[in-house]
């Protein structure tokens, strides 16, 4: 069974930067695209940025777009986020999605919270 691991969530303040990581292990199937989500309090959870594994297209909401890059390395099945000049609006709990062909994979979620 795959499994999803991520890493990096913390506190930061309005303005810094955060780079939180996503790691997969187990997979029997080829994965499609990585990506990840995130779920505010009291809020749906919503896709923030998404990589399609071969190729490299990505894709953001526009709330984040010229402050996080997603990126990827096909090796190590890994993605990161980088964030930028986040802002308090960026504080939630955010989830590693794997897609595949067959089921979607999500990982235990991480905390970040941007307060000064």
């Known amino acids: 069974q795959g499994q999803l691991v991520e890493s990096g969530g913390g506190l930061v303040q309005p303005g810094g930067s955060l780079t939180l990581s996503c790691a997969a292990s187990?997979?029997?199937?080829?994965?499609?695209?990585m990506s990840w989500y995130r779920q505010a309090p009291g809020k749906e959870r919503e896709l923030v940025a998404r990589?399609?594994?071969?190729?490299?297209?990505?894709n953001y909401a526009d709330s984040v777009k010229g402050r996080f890059t997603i990126s990827r390395d096909n090796a190590m099945n890994t993605v990161t986020l980088q964030m930028n000049n986040v802002k308090p609006e960026d504080t939630a709990v955010y989830y590693c999605?794997?897609?595949?062909?067959?089921?979607?994979?999500w990982g235990q979620g991480t905390q970040v919270s941007v307060s000064s």
């Open positions: 999605n794997a897609a595949t062909w067959g089921p979607q994979y």
């Open positions: 187990g997979f029997t199937v080829n994965i499609y695209s």
């Open positions: 990589i399609v594994m071969a190729g490299g297209f990505t």
